[in-house]
C-alpha cells in the first residue's frame, strides 16, 4: 500500500513539468522542420524556452509552456 506524501506529489509535479518542457522542445523541433512555417512562432518560443523564469509562480509557468506547445501545433 502506497501512502500519498507531500514529497511525492512535489516529486509527481517536478516530473510533469520536465514532460512539458520536452514535449515543447519537441513542439519546437517539429515546427522548425515543417513545411509551413509557424512565423515567428518557433523563435519566440524557442526565446521563452531558454529565459523563462519562476519568477509567476509554476502554475502560471505550466500555463505558459502549455500555451507555446498549443501554438506550435503539438495538440495532436
Known amino acids: 500500500m502506497s501512502i500519498p506524501t507531500i514529497q511525492w506529489e512535489a516529486f509527481r509535479e517536478a516530473v510533469d ?5 520536452t514535449t ?3 513542439a519546437i523541433a ?3 522542420t515543417a ?3 509557424k512565423g515567428g512562432v518557433v ?3 524557442e526565446q521563452w524556452l531558454n529565459t523563462f523564469t519562476l519568477e ?3 502554475i502560471a509557468t505550466r500555463a505558459e509552456t502549455i500555451r507555446w506547445i ?7
Open 17 to 21: 513539468d520536465v514532460r512539458y518542457l
Open 43 to 45: 523563435e519566440d518560443a
Open 56 to 58: 509567476k509562480g509554476l
Open 30 to 32: 517539429r515546427a522548425r
Open 35 to 37: 513545411v509551413e512555417t
Open 24 to 26: 515543447l522542445e519537441a
Open 70 to 76: 498549443l501554438a506550435l501545433g503539438a495538440d495532436n
